[in-house]
């Protein structure tokens, strides 16, 4: 596509819910990241996939928090057991290379999740 | 580890006003920098990046120079518009860092009046 698309757009859940938000990246990326937007706060890494090999995932808060790329192209960020604080906006970003320092990416429009 | 500081907002121009935003950063490696923007409703926006010491970025107007004696990367406009209003990150990805993850500001909210 031309863009990366995320969906839903709009996410609210009970908290103990579990949640899947989706991330189509621009085809043929061969990176992948996952960021956390808190309210007011700069984007923070999740984690990241080069093609179907998750190689960081370093910035997961939590166990309950988990991402899959199985085909390298679509991405799922799984979060169990919702909890108020994941309240956020979860943003998705793709990049055509494996170095992506020089090149950088190409972002998403989020998922804004808010756990009630 | 990596950080990035930037002047906290919302700031608020007049239309034509000179922009200058800060930002400080701190690395553990040689870092790119960049800024990206973020319009209302929208994705973040690649708006410019430098890749090495006094670089200097620049894209619609804006620039940004990569200092590392003072580890700074400051964004600038000489006559901003309305349109642009929106949140400024400055961010870094450290080189020397596997995943080339960025690591970002807190934002810069910019508002500028007609």
């Known amino acids: 596509g031309a863009g990366v698309s995320q969906s839903p757009r709009y996410k609210v859940a009970k908290r103990g819910q579990d949640v899947a938000l989706r991330c189509d990246p621009i085809s043929g990326h061969v990176s992948l990241f996952w960021y956390q937007q808190a309210l007011g706060q700069g984007p923070e890494f999740l984690t990241y996939?080069?093609?179907?090999?998750?190689?960081?995932k370093s910035g997961l808060p939590s166990d309950r928090f988990f991402a899959e790329r199985p085909e390298g192209s679509v991405s799922t960020l799984k979060i169990q057991r919702t909890q108020q604080e994941d309240s956020a906006v979860y943003l998705c970003?793709?990049?055509?290379?494996?170095?992506?320092?020089?090149?950088?990416?190409?972002f998403g429009s989020g998922t804004r999740l808010t756990v009630v | 580890g990596n950080s990035v500081t930037q002047m906290e907002g919302p700031v608020t121009l007049s239309e034509e006003a000179f922009l200058t935003i800060n930002c400080t950063y701190t690395?553990?490696?040689?870092?790119?920098l960049f800024w990206y923007v973020q319009y209302p409703g929208e994705g973040l926006q690649l708006l410019l990046k430098?890749?090495?010491?006094?670089d200097k970025g620049s894209n619609k107007g804006f620039e940004a120079t990569y200092r590392k004696e003072t580890t700074s990367f400051h964004l600038e406009k000489g006559s901003v518009q309305v349109s642009d209003s929106a949140v400024y990150f400055c961010a870094l990805s450290d080189q020397g860092g596997g995943a080339d993850g960025l690591t970002f500001g807190k934002g810069t909210h910019l508002i500028i009046q007609p």
């Open positions: 690395a553990t490696g040689y870092p790119s």
């Open positions: 996939f080069q093609n179907e090999a998750q190689l960081d």
């Open positions: 970003a793709s990049s055509r290379r494996a170095v992506t320092y020089y090149y950088g990416y190409t």
């Open positions: 430098a890749t090495k010491a006094d």
